[in-house]
């Protein structure tokens, strides 16, 4: 059963480090979503990739977050410097358009991340 | 306002019931709807998939979209404690597109 594979799966730093959170999308998949869940905001889409080039990332704080996608199999997220408001569950999501239609976007299980 | 709009909960049913699960949403461009059935500690999981107007069914889960009224529902039958778990509707321009969520309905089905 194809997945979605995100590492680390949990993460507990001091503020202003960096962490780096990767993901595998599935095998195939050339749409890579990476969203963040919290109590108060729900999941929210930070920014999103097709054929490893950045479409959207309005919903990401510029400053400092940063995403990239060297590879097909590889995407990362960024945080530096990390703050506390940033601890937060992190998801990425992998989708594809097969012929006429798409297929739906398919979630990896996070990386739970708390910034002390 | 939010785009889409979902009740919290908790819903508390017995086993066996049939639950309903509701969602409003104001952009009539959404095309694409789904539900995620989200576990403790774990990523959402698609259950339903689909595109327009429309009932769709698989197993004891009933999709239905009515765009006239911009209203979604999950209806699931002879629920199970492993139902127990919080479900997400999301909807899009396009399933290839940026999911817009709810914020989700904790369900609890006690034996």
């Known amino acids: 059963d194809a997945r979605v594979t995100q590492t680390p799966r949990h993460k507990v730093t001091e503020m202003g480090q960096e962490v780096t959170m990767r993901c595998q999308p599935i095998l195939g998949h050339n749409t890579v979503f990476w969203y963040r869940q919290t109590m108060m905001q729900g999941l929210e889409l930070l920014a999103y990739?097709?054929?490893?080039?950045?479409?959207?990332d309005s919903g990401m704080p510029k400053d400092r977050f940063s995403a990239e996608m060297p590879d097909a199999t590889l995407a990362t997220l960024k945080i530096q410097p990390s703050e506390p408001r940033d601890s937060a569950v992190y998801f990425c999501a992998s989708g594809a358009r097969t012929g006429p239609g798409d297929q739906p976007q398919h979630f990896g299980d996070g990386t739970r991340l708390s910034i002390l | 306002q939010k785009e889409v709009e979902q009740d919290p909960g908790p819903l508390s049913v017995p086993e066996g019931a049939i639950v309903s699960l509701n969602c409003t949403y104001s952009?009539?461009?959404?095309?694409?709807f789904m539900w995620y059935r989200q576990y403790s500690r774990k990523g959402p999981e698609l259950l339903m998939y689909t595109y327009s107007s429309g009932n769709k069914e698989d197993g004891r889960f009933t999709a239905q979209v009515d765009k006239s009224s911009k209203y979604i529902s999950l209806f699931i039958r002879d629920s199970q404690p492993s139902d127990s778990a919080t479900y997400l509707c999301a909807m899009s321009l396009g399933g290839y597109n940026k999911l817009i969520f709810g914020a989700g309905t904790r369900l609890a089905v006690h034996p």
């Open positions: 990739f097709r054929n490893r080039a950045p479409l959207d």
């Open positions: 952009n009539s461009a959404f095309q694409y």
